[in-house]
C-alpha cells in the first residue's frame, strides 16, 4: 500500500530515509511511496551506473578546449537568459539560494545569485564548465530534469550520493524554438531553509527563457496565441515564428501544447497554412493593418475546430518596411540600412532606452542594436 507524501518537514525527512534504506540498500522498489517516482527512477539509473551512495563526487570541469566549444554552441541561450537570471537573482537574494544554467548535457553555462565562494561545496557547483549531469554528480535536479524533461524539486536527502545532501534545489527544462531540449534552470541552496515554492519560480524564469529563445530565431511574422479566455501579451501565451514565405521558424512550447500540428519534437519544415486553417497571408495582413499603439487580436481557426486568438507582429525586415510605408513618395527614398537604423532608434525609444527590450521587439540581437547605434554595451 502506497504511503502518501507527508508535508511535516520531520516526516518527510523520516520518509525519504526509508525509502533510501529500501531502494539503495535493500535493493527493493517501491513504486513511488515516500518519494515521487521519478526520484527512485534516477536512483536506478545511478545503481545501474554502478554508482555507490557513499562514493566522493569530484565536480569535474571540461578541458578548456571542451569548455570554448561548449560556451561557443551555448552563447545564444546564455545571451538571452542572462536578463532573466539578473532578475532571479535579485528575487532570491535574501534566501541563500542561486541560479545555475546548464546546457543540454548537464554542463554548466552561467550563473546568478547570491554565490558565496568561500563555501567550497557553492563554489564547486558554480564554477562554468562543471559537469552536473546524472552520470557524473547522480541525483540532482539539473540532471532529473533534464532527463525527465519536467519541473522538479528535490530535498536533501533525495540525492543520490551521501556527499550532495546538503543541497536542496529546485529544475525546470528548456526548451528551445525547434522543440527540443536546450538546456535547463536550477535553483539550489546549501544547508538552507527548504524552499519547495522555488519550483514555481524556477518554471516561470524558465518560460521567460524559452520565449526569449524563440523570439531569437530569425522571423518576419511574430505570433502570440492564447485561447479566448486569456488575454495576449503574457508569458504565457504561445509564440509561433514565420519566415517571410510563411514558413515556420520556430515556437515556444505554450504553442505547441495550442497547436496540434507543432506537437512532434523538432518540428520546423511545416508552413503556417498547415497550422492554422486559414491562409498565413491574413496574418501578414492582419499585422501590416493593425496600428502600433492598438494592435487587434484575430480568431485564427485550427484544422481540429477549435478556435485561438492571434496578435500577429511584423519584425525585421518586414517591420521596416512597414514602419515606413508610405513615407518614400513625399520624402527621398533611403537604403534600407538608413531605414533600418532609424527603426532601431525609434524602438529603443519607445522601449524607454532599454536596449535589450528594443532588440527583442526588433528581432535582432543587443550586439546589433548597438553596432547599428555606434554604441558600446552598458
Not at 314 to 336: D, H, I, K
Amino acid at each position: 500500500m502506497l504511503t502518501p507524501l507527508s508535508t511535516a518537514p520531520e516526516h518527510r525527512l523520516q520518509q525519504i530515509a526509508r525509502a533510501r534504506q529500501a531502494v539503495l540498500l535493500e535493493g527493493k522498489s517501491l513504486h513511488g511511496a515516500f518519494t515521487d517516482p521519478w526520484v527512485e527512477r534516477s536512483w536506478q539509473r545511478c545503481l545501474a551506473n554502478g554508482q555507490k551512495p557513499e562514493q566522493s563526487i569530484s565536480f569535474d570541469a571540461l578541458s578548456p578546449q571542451a569548455l570554448r566549444r561548449t560556451e561557443e554552441a551555448n552563447h545564444l541561450l546564455v545571451r538571452v537568459a542572462r536578463p532573466v537570471l539578473e532578475k532571479l537573482g535579485a528575487a532570491i537574494a535574501d534566501t541563500r539560494y542561486f541560479a545555475i544554467l546548464t546546457n543540454a548535457q548537464g554542463v554548466v553555462v552561467d550563473v546568478s545569485g547570491p554565490i558565496d565562494r568561500r563555501d567550497r561545496r557553492v563554489d564547486l557547483i558554480t564554477r562554468i564548465g562543471v559537469d552536473l549531469s546524472e552520470a557524473s554528480v547522480g541525483t540532482t535536479a539539473i540532471g532529473a530534469a533534464l532527463t525527465e524533461l519536467q519541473p522538479v524539486w528535490l530535498h536533501r536527502g533525495e540525492h543520490f550520493f551521501n556527499a550532495t545532501s546538503a543541497y536542496s534545489c529546485a529544475g525546470a527544462p528548456l526548451f528551445g524554438p525547434d522543440g527540443r531540449c536546450a538546456g535547463m534552470l536550477d535553483l539550489t541552496g546549501v544547508d538552507a531553509v527548504e524552499r519547495p515554492e522555488l519550483k514555481h519560480l524556477v518554471v516561470q524564469s524558465a518560460r521567460s527563457i524559452e520565449n526569449a529563445l524563440t523570439q531569437s530565431s530569425p522571423h518576419d511574422l511574430l505570433i502570440r496565441l492564447n485561447w479566448s479566455s486569456r488575454s495576449l501579451g503574457e508569458d504565457t501565451d504561445g509564440l509561433v515564428c514565420l519566415d517571410p514565405d510563411g514558413w515556420l521558424t520556430g515556437a515556444n512550447p505554450a504553442a505547441r501544447q495550442m497547436v496540434p500540428a507543432l506537437q512532434a519534437v523538432g518540428t520546423l519544415a511545416l508552413h503556417g497554412s498547415e497550422l492554422f486553417a486559414m491562409p498565413c497571408e491574413m496574418l501578414f495582413d492582419s499585422a501590416k493593418h493593425a496600428s502600433p499603439a492598438y494592435p487587434q487580436a484575430i480568431d485564427v481557426p485550427l484544422w481540429s475546430g477549435l478556435r485561438l486568438h492571434a496578435l500577429a507582429q511584423l519584425r525585421g525586415r518586414s517591420a521596416v518596411s512597414q514602419r515606413f510605408n508610405g513615407r518614400t513618395a513625399t520624402a527621398p527614398e533611403l537604403p534600407l540600412k538608413d531605414l533600418e537604423t532609424v527603426l532601431i532608434r525609434q524602438a529603443v525609444s519607445d522601449a524607454k532606452g532599454n536596449v535589450m527590450q528594443a532588440a527583442r521587439t526588433l528581432g535582432i540581437s543587443r550586439a546589433t542594436v548597438y553596432r547599428r547605434l555606434g554604441s558600446k554595451p552598458k
